[in-house]
């Protein structure tokens, strides 16, 4: 029987002691992280210094550890040495169930490969499965695998080697490992539907097979197929392998078939079959996703159309071939520089209209006094004051009569301004005080407001006032509560009257004063 065991020890010099004992002895195979297995019992932390474990329990002792792969005879063995005086190193058993199901995840994996034909990535996942959790089912798979490689190396070595281009394939070998290399962290993400539905789409023989709709069908269903299909295949929810031609695929039927004359030519001539697989110069099948007929634009830069940049436009190439039928490779970067083309027009516009704005010729005097224009100066006609640059110079007295005479023009122009401005003002004015009234009016209104407003608040609060009063007195003297609540109202209302009236003659008055 063997298994992951784990060594305790309290205190790091007993520690180091232990990690003597172990590499000392021939038993020694491989580290395993502990964190990948479920322990019989929990602990509160755990944390790493390379290969050693410092656990802390959660009674508050520090108990340090170090695992191995060891069989039950060595490890009894191991306890029996000499420099172990007291047996505080029990092994304890870790439970390797935790493993179980990422174990049988990786057989699934490895059955996909050996169905697409990859033996190698197979071998790989059978033997991650294996350090996992051994399986019988594992061993005979890789049994099996092992037996089928040994046949075909046989065969090879027997083969002739006719192959003219041995350093070419090597290259495409190379460069086909590099691209596998990234695929190998991806892999485990896709599912088997994913990758049916990746095989089914390089199966298909039209478009329309690969889009899932009739000939017949409307730009809706089109939109609709599409729509469903992309979301699907999108290299980055997509991780089957092919995905990435399959997204390309539908990408480019969409865009034939939702052309009319493209579809129209696709209808009567149909599809080139020599086109969906061509030979490169290597000697190694390129899978044509454009199948004779070419869309305007990529099929990234379609998904992003339609749904806005759901996903980053990471690692999708658009393969286009050009005359010759050679296949040449476009990040989308181009995009950027077709925008950049579309706005040249705009920003040459801008950039003369600046330059214009630069060669305007400065003017030669200016009515305003200023830093750039300080000398002072007056036209020989009206005496208008204008000023000048200290440079100043005119080669004529006709040159000098023009200046002066635009100045003169300026200056008329200016008082011409200013004085429909002054009118304007006057008309405005008057217009207001005809419809809005004096200004001595406005006091008036408001003096009555006043007046009105303090009369009636003055006589709430003394009928307020007397109330309290006459409530006071029924309090006091029952008899009298009818002759209270009477004079309350009266002397109230009374006030209320002769308040308003001393009011309105004091605003009255003030009118008199005023007109």
């Known amino acids: 029987m063997s298994g992951k065991f784990l060594y305790f020890a309290y205190g790091s010099n007993l520690l180091r002691e232990r990690l003597q004992l172990l590499n000392q002895s021939a038993i020694f195979k491989q580290i395993v992280k502990l964190e990948n297995y479920k ?13 050693v474990a ?18 039950h005879s060595d490890l009894e063995n191991l306890d029996k040495q000499e420099g172990v005086k007291k047996k505080i190193y029990k092994p304890i058993y870790i439970q390797m169930e935790g493993n179980k199901d990422e174990s049988e995840r990786c057989i699934s994996i490895a059955e996909k490969y050996i169905a697409a034909g990859d033996k190698d990535k197979a071998l790989k996942f059978l033997n991650k499965a294996e350090r996992l959790y051994p399986s019988v089912k594992a061993r005979a798979l890789i049994e099996k695998l092992n ?56 199966k298909c023989k039209d478009y329309y097979e690969i889009l899932g709709i009739t000939k017949d069908a409307t730009d809706a269903d089109l939109k609709k197929a599409y729509r469903k ?55 190694y099948d390129h899978y044509d996703y454009s199948r004779g007929f070419e869309g305007d634009i990529s099929a ?39 925008l950049l083309t579309q706005l040249a027009p705009v920003l040459m516009l ?40 200290d440079d100043f110079h005119v080669d004529s007295k006709y040159d000098l009569r023009r200046i002066e005479r635009q100045v003169e023009e300026e200056y008329v122009s200016n008082l011409r301004t200013s004085c429909f401005k002054e009118k304007s003002y006057k008309e405005t004015m008057m217009w207001r005080a005809k419809n809005y009234g004096d200004p001595h009016i406005f006091i008036i209104y408001l003096s009555i407001y006043l007046s009105i407003y303090l009369s009636i608040y003055l006589s709430i609060y003394l009928s307020h006032l007397f109330i309290s009063i006459s409530v006071c007195s029924y309090l006091s003297q029952a008899d009298n509560i009818y002759l209270s609540l009477f004079i309350c109202v009266s002397l109230s209302t009374y ?10 003659s004091t605003n009255f008055n003030i009118i008199l004063d005023l007109t």
Not at 39 to 51: D, N, P, Q
Not at 167 to 188: A, C, F, L, N
Not at 307 to 329: A, M
Not at 495 to 504: C, T, W
């Open 300 to 338: 990234e830069e379609l998904f992003n159309m339609f749904f806005g940049g759901g996903f980053p436009s990471g690692n999708v190439y658009v393969h286009r071939r050009n005359q010759n039928g050679h296949f040449q490779r476009h990040s989308h970067s181009e995009s950027g520089y077709g």
């Open 229 to 283: 299909l992309a979301l699907k295949m999108h290299p980055d929810k997509n991780k089957a392998p092919g995905a990435t031609e399959a997204f390309k695929a539908i990408g480019n039927a969409f865009s034939v078939l939702s052309d009319p004359e493209k579809r129209k030519k696709y209808d009567l001539y149909g599809e080139d079959v020599s086109h969906q697989i061509r030979t490169n110069r290597d000697g």
């Open 350 to 389: 801008i950039f003369l209209s600046l330059m214009g704005s630069f060669l305007v010729p400065d003017s030669p005097f200016s009515l305003q006094h200023s830093v750039k224009y300080s000398t002072e100066r007056l036209t020989n006609n009206l005496k208008v004051p204008y000023f000048v640059k």
């Open 147 to 202: 037996n089928l490689n040994g046949s075909t190396t046989g065969r090879r070595q027997s083969a002739p080697d006719n192959n003219i281009h041995d350093d070419k394939p090597s290259k495409s070998h190379s460069s086909e490992r590099s691209e596998t290399g990234h695929s190998e962290k991806s892999v485990d993400d896709f599912t088997e539907e994913q990758l049916v539905a990746v095989k089914r789409i390089k």
């Open 495 to 504: 006030l209320s009257y002769f308040l308003f009236i001393l009011f309105s």
């Open 39 to 51: 322990l019989i019992f929990a602990f509160s932390s755990l944390r790493w210094r390379g290969h």
């Open 54 to 71: 410092s656990i802390e329990e959660s009674f508050g002792h520090t108990v340090w550890g170090v695992m191995y792969e060891l069989s």
